[in-house]
């Protein structure tokens, strides 16, 4: 199976509050994506890549951390990565001005921060802006995966399009 024909079965969530969210928000950004809904959710970039039938590095996994400013702040972090990586929170401090440290955030902090719960992070439609970085691997890529904001649905996309409608940076985060 190839992303190309990936199941088909499965209802469609392009109704679903969160998914029309990405769609108009993407279409802010003239894309008009499709979205394919998948049979079973897909939580981890390892189910996503079995059920698109590619390589876990082609999903661009949206990742929510706390971002810890000097100042005793702590602010939201989107980090999109390819799934064959895990995001290095040192590094990525180090990298970034601003940033004193990041640590991982809870089920509670994703879905405030975003309006999505986990599993279902997509890289727009957030409920505030979220500043965001984009994983240079992914331009590795002609195409690469992201969830539209559903645990069941993706849509394909590029990571120069990705840094064009997240207003992202492109950072190595490995």
Do not use: C
């Amino acid at each position: 199976m190839t992303a190309s024909d990936a199941p088909t079965s499965a209802p469609d969530l392009t109704g679903h509050p969160a998914v029309r969210r990405v769609l108009q928000t993407l279409a802010v950004h003239h894309v008009v994506p499709e979205v394919v809904t998948l049979p079973d959710a897909v939580r981890t970039a390892a189910a996503a890549a079995a059920a698109l039938g590619i390589t876990p590095a082609e999903i661009a996994n949206s990742l929510i951390f706390r971002a810890h400013a000097p100042d005793g702040s702590v602010s939201p972090m989107l980090i999109l990565t390819s799934g064959a990586h895990k995001v290095d929170l040192v590094k990525v401090a180090e990298l970034v001005d601003d940033v004193d440290h990041l640590d991982r955030a809870d089920a509670d902090f994703v879905l405030e921060a975003t309006g999505f719960t986990i599993g279902g992070v997509a890289p727009v439609g957030h409920h505030r802006q979220v500043r965001t970085l984009v994983d240079v691997s992914l331009s590795r890529y002609k195409h690469v995966w992201a969830a539209a904001g559903h645990s069941h649905t993706v849509f394909r996309t590029t990571y120069e399009e990705l840094l064009r409608v997240t207003g992202g940076h492109a950072i190595e985060v490995a």
